[in-house]
């Protein structure tokens, strides 16, 4: 169980009841509850968990705490960018960074608990990071085994197609910059840049290239700092 200790889970949180009704929508309270899972999960496998979270619910805030997550409000005018998400995501991943002792930093959306341990109990996490601290690579990029066939069929065709997208991006990438047109393929093979989680070399200072993207997206609004805050880092890398 020693790889688990080597890595670090950031995340970013907010939930909490409506603001004008004061009522918690069932979705976001299924969520809430999710996100709990994850924590309790992550802390029972020797995971450290860092959690900033944007003024959720204090109940449920205290709850995060008793299941072990490390909690941190934003500090938005600390870290750049364009978006409180990118922002927090960012100071997420660089507060899990600066931990002693760790090795990956693993940004992992709240509710993902199974890619922390699947259902036969394999350490589905740990064995992404292998590759890290077997030095082989600087980040992973974890692919869902099940090709999102429980997800909505809409969805799963939009994020099918990013990742493809993705994929043409950086085989473009790879021939502008002289590589013969028929090794592309092999350079930019398909990766599931959609799933969300990703992993990070502390090492190799790796989570720097989320932190310089901070800087871009503060300067130039076309840049998305929602979700492409962990998206764009990777293709810059």
């Known amino acids: 169980q020693k790889m688990p200790k080597e890595i670090i889970i950031a995340t970013s949180t907010f939930y909490g009841p409506d603001v004008k009704t004061g009522q918690w929508d069932p979705g976001v309270r299924m969520r809430a509850e999710i996100a709990l899972k994850m924590i309790e999960t992550a802390t029972q496998t020797g995971h450290h968990v860092v959690c900033v979270d944007e003024k959720s619910d204090e109940g449920w805030r205290k709850e995060a705490r008793s299941k072990g997550a490390h909690m941190y409000d934003p500090e ?8 409180n998400m990118g922002k927090c995501r960012r100071q997420a991943m660089y507060l899990a960074s600066q931990v002693e002792g760790k090795a990956v930093v693993a940004w992992l959306e709240p509710e993902k608990y199974p890619a922390i341990v699947d259902g036969h109990g394999d350490l589905v996490l740990a064995r992404a990071a292998a590759p890290i601290k077997e030095g082989l690579v600087d980040f992973v990029i974890p692919r869902r085994a099940d090709s999102m066939k429980s997800y909505p069929s809409s969805q799963r065709w939009l994020e099918l197609g990013g990742n493809t997208t993705a994929q043409l991006y950086l085989m473009e990438y790879a021939e502008k910059r002289g590589m013969p047109a028929e090794k592309t393929l092999e350079f930019a093979q398909y990766l ?12 190799r200072g790796t989570v720097k290239h989320v932190m310089d993207y901070g800087v871009l997206a503060a300067d130039d609004k076309s840049y998305n700092d929602q ?11």
């Not at 938005?76 to 978006?83: E, I, L, R, V, W």
């Not at 979700?227 to 890398?237: I, R």
Request: glycine share 10%; no cysteine; aromatic share 26%.
């Open 192 to 203: 599931d840049h959609f799933f969300g989680p990703k992993l990070f070399s502390i090492e």
């Open 227 to 237: 979700w492409g805050s962990v998206h764009y880092p990777v293709f810059m890398a």
């Open 76 to 83: 938005f005018d600390k870290y750049p960018g364009s978006h």
